[in-house]
C-alpha cells in the first residue's frame, strides 16, 4: 500500500512539473513592461526623401525623441546617448529609431541628412523624419504627451522633452515600473541611468 502511495506522490510532482516549467519560463522569457498606449499614425519625410510611416516600423523594436537640427542645448546630448543605445545593438536589423524634428521649416532631408552623417549613423532603420509643423507638434503634445513648443526667450527658440518613447513591435508604447509599480512612461534621455534602463527593455523587447 505504502509503495503505491510513493509511486501516486511522485505521479502528482511530476504532473505539476510539466505544468510549472513553462510557466517558469515564461517569467524568464516574457517581458515585464507595461503598455502605455498606442502609437498614433503618422506620416513623414526621412532623410533620404523616402515617405516614413508606423506601418514602416513594423515588426521592430524602435524608440522615439523630438529634437531639432540647431539646438544649442540638450539635443546633442540626446542623440549622442541614442548613437549609444544604436552602438549597443550594432547589426541588429530589429532596432529603429525615429527623431522628429520640431523645426521643420530648417530641418529639410537635406539638412538632416547632413545632422545624421555629423553623429554617425549607422542604422539603417535610424530616420530623421520632417513634415507639416502643425502635424508633428499634434503627434508630440497629444500622441506622445511629450511637450514641444516654440518659445522666442529660449535659446533655440523650441522647447521640448528629453525623455524617449520605447515602442514595441505592434507599435505599442511600452514602460517599466518603478519601486511603487507605477509606470515610468518614458526614459530620460539625458541620463546614463534612463539610458541603462532603456537598453534592458530594448533587449527584454528583442
Same mark, same amino acid.
Given at each position: 500500500?505504502?509503495?503505491?502511495?510513493?509511486?501516486?506522490?511522485?505521479?502528482?510532482?511530476?504532473?505539476?512539473?510539466?505544468?510549472?516549467?513553462?510557466?517558469?519560463?515564461d517569467?524568464?522569457?516574457?517581458?515585464?513592461l507595461?503598455?502605455?498606449?498606442k502609437?498614433p499614425?503618422?506620416s513623414?519625410?526621412?532623410?533620404?526623401?523616402k515617405?516614413?510611416?508606423?506601418?514602416?516600423?513594423t515588426?521592430?523594436?524602435?524608440?522615439?525623441?523630438?529634437?531639432?537640427?540647431?539646438?544649442?542645448?540638450?539635443?546633442? #546630448?540626446? *542623440?549622442? $546617448?541614442?548613437?549609444?543605445?544604436?552602438?549597443?545593438?550594432?547589426?541588429?536589423?530589429n @532596432? %529603429?529609431?525615429?527623431? =522628429?524634428?520640431i523645426?521643420?521649416?530648417t530641418?529639410?532631408?537635406?539638412?538632416?541628412?547632413?545632422?545624421?552623417?555629423?553623429?554617425? #549613423?549607422? *542604422?539603417? $532603420?535610424?530616420?530623421?523624419?520632417?513634415g507639416?509643423?502643425?502635424?508633428?507638434?499634434? @503627434? %508630440?503634445?497629444?500622441? =506622445?504627451?511629450?511637450?514641444?513648443?516654440?518659445?522666442?526667450?529660449?535659446?533655440?527658440?523650441?522647447?521640448?522633452?528629453?525623455?524617449?518613447?520605447?515602442?514595441?513591435?505592434?507599435?505599442?508604447?511600452?514602460?517599466?515600473?518603478?519601486?511603487?509599480?507605477?509606470p515610468?512612461?518614458?526614459?530620460?534621455?539625458?541620463?546614463?541611468?534612463?539610458i541603462?534602463?532603456?537598453?534592458?527593455?530594448?533587449k527584454?523587447?528583442?
Amino acid at each position: 500500500m505504502k509503495k503505491y502511495s510513493y509511486i501516486g506522490i511522485s505521479f502528482i510532482i511530476l504532473l505539476f512539473g510539466i505544468w510549472a516549467i513553462p510557466k517558469i519560463v515564461d517569467n524568464f522569457t516574457k517581458p515585464n513592461l507595461t503598455v502605455i498606449g498606442k502609437v498614433p499614425d503618422f506620416s513623414f519625410t526621412n532623410q533620404e526623401g523616402k515617405i516614413i510611416t508606423n506601418d514602416t516600423y513594423t515588426g521592430k523594436v524602435y524608440i522615439i525623441e523630438f529634437f531639432f537640427t540647431t539646438c544649442p542645448s540638450i539635443c546633442p #546630448i540626446m *542623440n549622442e $546617448n541614442m548613437v549609444k543605445i544604436q552602438n549597443e545593438f550594432f547589426g541588429n536589423p530589429n @532596432l %529603429a529609431i525615429a527623431s =522628429f524634428s520640431i523645426d521643420p521649416e530648417t530641418d529639410t532631408p537635406e539638412v538632416l541628412k547632413e545632422y545624421a552623417q555629423k553623429y554617425k #549613423i549607422t *542604422n539603417p $532603420n535610424w530616420n530623421f523624419l520632417t513634415g507639416d509643423k502643425e502635424e508633428t507638434y499634434k @503627434l %508630440a503634445n497629444q500622441g =506622445f504627451n511629450l511637450y514641444v513648443g516654440e518659445n522666442s526667450e529660449v535659446e533655440g527658440g523650441f522647447e521640448h522633452s528629453g525623455f524617449f518613447a520605447l515602442i514595441d513591435q505592434e507599435g505599442n508604447i511600452r514602460s517599466r515600473k518603478d519601486e511603487n509599480e507605477n509606470p515610468i512612461i518614458y526614459y530620460n534621455g539625458l541620463e546614463d541611468s534612463g539610458i541603462q534602463m532603456l537598453k534592458e527593455d530594448i533587449k527584454k523587447l528583442l
